[in-house]
Nanobody
Framework: QVQLVESGGGLVQAGGSLRLSCAASGRTSSTYAMGWFRQAPGKEREFVAVISWSGGTTYYTDSVKGRFTISRDNAKNAVYLQMNSLKPEDTAVYYC???????????????WGQGTQVTVSS
């Protein structure tokens, strides 16, 4: 089992920045690729970014490329999502999740956190 806990969400004005953190614990959590997803009210959960277990490979959804950066610190069992130039359409609950491959589909992820709310005001 892998346990995931997100933090760092909040209310920010458009153009601002937030850094989300995901603390992982449990069995061999550092060998998992880690992803960030988000879900806005009335919408399906969507892929945001994924990082390989080594941190050497990352993928992003097109709408966040150039604005968001995913990173990880395996010594601290942590994954981060630096979000810059935030837009109102980034408003959602953000979830971190663990998977064994570099997947973009939510159904490929085995473990999920509870989520953290990000609200971007215009």
């Amino acid at each position: 089992q892998v346990q995931l806990v997100e933090s760092g969400g909040g209310l920010v004005q458009a153009g601002g920045s937030l850094r989300l953190s995901c603390a992982a614990s449990g069995r061999t959590s550092s060998t998992y690729a880690m992803g960030w997803f988000r879900q806005a009210p009335g919408k399906e959960r969507e892929f945001v970014a994924v990082i390989s277990w080594s941190g050497g490979t990352t993928y992003y959804t097109d709408s966040v490329k150039g604005r968001f950066t995913i990173s990880r610190d395996n010594a601290k069992n942590a994954v981060y999502l630096q979000m810059n130039s935030l837009k109102p359409e980034d408003t959602a609950v953000y979830y971190c999740a663990a998977t064994l491959g570099l997947y973009t589909g939510a159904n490929k992820y085995d473990y999920w956190g509870q989520g953290t709310q990000v609200t971007v005001s215009s």
